[in-house]
């Protein structure tokens, strides 16, 4: 089972862009799903958006239009481009292997903030 570490967060203005970065211990070219969840304070924790191996996309409807998710399987690493935050973008950001399954990492913390 790989190991993931987030990297990449940080405090942003609003309208501002963040790179995340999941850089995984081992080979993720059999990984058929990895995704990026995010938790914000006293709320549960969610799905942002997930990668297939094949390189096919989701989104949730929060954020369409202003994050992209992509992965890089010779350099063992998945990312999602943030542009255009928000306040509400605001929470600590995991990475997952979703299938199979996998353990999270310990989370990159973004807050967006004047």
């Known amino acids: 089972q790989v190991q993931l570490v987030e990297s990449g967060g940080g405090l942003v203005l609003p309208g501002g862009s963040l790179r995340l970065s999941c850089a995984a211990s081992?080979?993720?070219?059999?990984?058929?799903?990895m995704g990026w969840y995010r938790q914000a304070p006293g709320k549960q924790r969610e799905l942002v958006a997930h990668v297939g191996r094949d390189g096919s996309t989701y989104y949730t409807a929060s954020v369409k239009g202003r994050f992209t998710i992509s992965r890089d399987n010779a350099k063992n690493t998945m990312y999602l481009q943030m542009n255009s935050l928000k306040a509400e973008d605001t929470a600590v950001y995991y990475c997952?292997?979703?299938?199979?399954?996998?353990?999270w990492g310990q989370g990159t913390q973004v807050t967006v903030s004047s």
């Open positions: 081992g080979s993720i070219s059999s990984i058929v799903l």
């Open positions: 997952k292997c979703i299938f199979p399954s996998g353990s």
